[in-house]
């Protein structure tokens, strides 16, 4: 379940998000939980219609992500598809990406199209085979993120591990969640 502090920052999220981004989250809800539930996600907390190149209120993509997760859509399946879908629209890229540079590519793409000038991904620390990244001021489930980053390491068939070690959702003090992702 999605802790109750993360539903109430996605209530009262400020700024928007493309609609390709809510397009692409509804269509893989109805894929993975099936249609009745996005359609549900969507009359509770969507619009009819979005537009590819317009933005909406960015709470909308997080309300409707968070209620499909609590109808038993797997938060983590969601995120492994995002990459997937990313590739297909954008072929290219995955020319440049290795197991060195990986990481800084998710980075740089998930803050690319936010209205803030403060970054919500950032490499805490890098090794050998192993990164802990510092997620912020995101509502979407954490397993979403975990899922988005095990989806990039599964376009370029290397196996990955990656695990919330920190939740700033559920433990006090926290000023973002934290995660540890290991590669072979």
Request: with cysteine.
């Amino acid at each position: 379940m999605v802790p109750e502090k993360q539903k109430e920052f996605a209530k009262n999220l400020q700024g928007t998000t493309p609609g390709r981004y809510i397009i692409l989250y509804l269509t893989i809800i109805g894929i993975i939980g099936g249609e009745d539930i996005k359609k549900e996600s969507q009359a509770k907390f969507g619009r009819p219609d979005y537009s590819p190149s317009k933005r909406y209120p960015a709470k909308e993509e997080a309300e409707i992500m968070i209620y499909a997760v609590e109808q038993g859509v797997s938060a983590e399946r969601l995120g492994k598809s995002v990459p997937k879908t990313f590739l297909r629209n954008h072929p290219d890229v995955i020319k440049g990406i290795n197991r060195e540079n990986i990481l800084d590519f998710f980075v740089a793409a998930w803050d690319s199209e936010g209205e803030s000038a403060e970054k919500t991904i950032e490499i805490l620390e890098r090794g050998p085979n192993r990164a802990v990244l510092a997620k912020k001021f995101n509502p979407l489930p954490c397993d979403f993120f975990k899922g988005s980053i095990l989806g990039l390491f599964d376009l370029i068939n290397v196996p990955c591990r990656c695990q919330e070690i920190k939740c700033h959702w559920q433990d006090p003090g926290q000023n973002a969640c934290v995660y540890e992702v290991i590669w072979e």
